[in-house]
């Protein structure tokens, strides 16, 4: 008969001090770990990227543009292709599409390239299959690390380019008045001034609507990202300015956000600068129906300028919202209903939109005044914190206005991103580390949803649980031969995932 079990206390302080402090701080150490940002290390060099690597789909994505530029590669969009040159090779890879193509023959990616936010993703193993380069996900350091021997650009924003080289970053700084001009760059921490000679071409580019057009230097701002073409000399050449734009009309503000007709939630920095009507204005000054372009930068996604405009009223405007709200209290999945009520001017068309994921919903009126539409997730709807927009319309005129609530849905369960000890490996260690991690989609992982059985066993209460992954570390030895775990893991809107697998303890 095997002798009763220690209790904790006892079993932790009969070990090494070493050991002791090693297992104390291991959960703190993991849930350090899965709480950063996914970092990624080109040739050594840490490459700073906001927003950094994601998992979609149960793959590891990586920005694609920062990447490639950090690899020295060309990278040239024309709508939604890119292109990039590899050597004599030229690859062409299109938004929505696994299918890369590369001179005049095709190869299959993981996944397709996503564009989210605006910011441009292809699968880690892009760099593998396609760029000839080492690339690994360290689950430890939460790190990808790109091994490549086609690298040019260094960690100073600075890439040897034909018969001269390309300094690229954020401009930090213009200087029109100066004698020469001068622009400012900032990459990784550095901060690099260029003179501008008189001879030297300007484009900016707005990279949303696809549109070069030639500028002067005061078009530059601070916050683009700009890319710098000079000779071996010093000299310029020519100056690519890029930014990001959304237009649209603000149907509501909350806090330090405001959301675009077209359901865009706007979050302004602290460093934006904002104007109304032509003269400096701060965010408290903003108000529904202004008229805004927000300028941003396409590499950080950072809002940098606010310009709105507002008309004056000489109408009164005959339809208003009074209201709208929902049922809506948590994340939803497949075949959940969402229920939308809206009071305001009576007898007009009613419809509400969900983001630019759902648009034009038809609302009834049920009394004067008040009007009721619903919604059925549809299988395949994957939407992270959309916000809910009502619209009446009576004529010429139209009224918009936002729901306190913002929508979550999904219809992908969370996946397993990575587990050990793997399928089918041997340990020596009679007391192995169990850890399985979570990817999940547009909804986040359930923390207390997590649960882990060893051999059967249910040892879920003796794990460290985050929405980023479980933990077990066992406090008895287990015997040589076949150990068999699964994983149970739910998103907050209930879809759920379960994976089971196999190892093989031969310990002493």
Known sequence: MREPLPTSIERFWSKPLKVKWIFALLPLLLLAAAARPIGIIINGNVLSLDPGPRFEHN?????????????????????????????????????????????????????????????????????????????????????????????????????????????????????VLSDPPTLTLGYNGGIKTIKIGPNAAIDVEDVNVNVTSPGELGDVRPGDFAR????????????????????????????????????????????????????????????????????????????????????????????????????????????????????????????????????????????????????????????????????????????????PQTISASSTPPGIADFAPDAGSTVNNNKPAVYASFAADAVPVNPSSAMLWVDGRDVTSECVRTSQFIQYLPTYEYPNGSVRVTVRVSDEAGNTTTKSWSFTIRGR
Do not use: C
């Open 59 to 175: 793959l590891l994505y990586v920005p694609v543009r920062r990447t490639i530029e950090a690899l020295g590669l060309a990278f040239d969009r024309s709508g939604n292709r890119i292109v990039t040159q590899i050597g004599s090779k030229t690859v062409v890879l299109t938004i929505g599409s696994p299918i890369a193509q590369v001179d005049t023959g095709e190869l299959t990616l993981e996944g397709p390239l996503l564009e989210i936010k605006d910011v441009l993703y292809v699968p880690l193993r892009f760099f593998t299959d396609i760029l000839g380069a080492q690339a690994r996900f360290d689950r430890h350091t939460n790190t990808v690390t790109i091994v490549a021997q086609l690298v040019g650009r260094s960690s100073r924003g600075l890439v040897p380019v034909g018969s001269g080289f390309e300094r690229f970053g954020t401009v930090e700084g213009v200087d």
């Open 228 to 403: 710098v073409e000079m000779r071996k000399d010093g000299r310029v050449e020519r100056i690519i300015d890029e930014f990001g734009s959304r237009n649209g009309r603000i149907v509501a503000i909350a806090g330090n956000q405001f959301v675009l007709d077209d359901g865009q939630v706007i979050s302004p920095g602290r460093t934006v600068e904002i104007s109304l009507n032509g003269k400096a204005a701060g965010f408290g000054d903003l108000q529904p129906n202004d008229q805004v372009s927000v300028r941003y930068n396409v590499e950080t996604d950072e809002v940098r300028e606010i310009l709105a405009s507002r008309r004056i009223a000489t109408v009164a405007q005959r339809v208003t919202i009074d209201s709208i709200d929902t049922d809506v209290t948590r994340p939803l999945r497949a075949g959940d209903t969402i229920a939308v009520t809206m009071h305001g001017t009576p007898g007009a068309a009613a419809t509400f939109d969900i983001g630019s994921d759902v648009a034009n919903q038809a609302m009834q009126q049920r009394a004067p005044g008040v009007y009721d539409g619903s919604y059925v997730i549809p299988r395949g709807a994957n939407f992270d914190d959309d916000a809910l927009i009502g619209r009446l319309e009576s004529g010429n005129d139209i009224a918009h206005a936002a729901a």
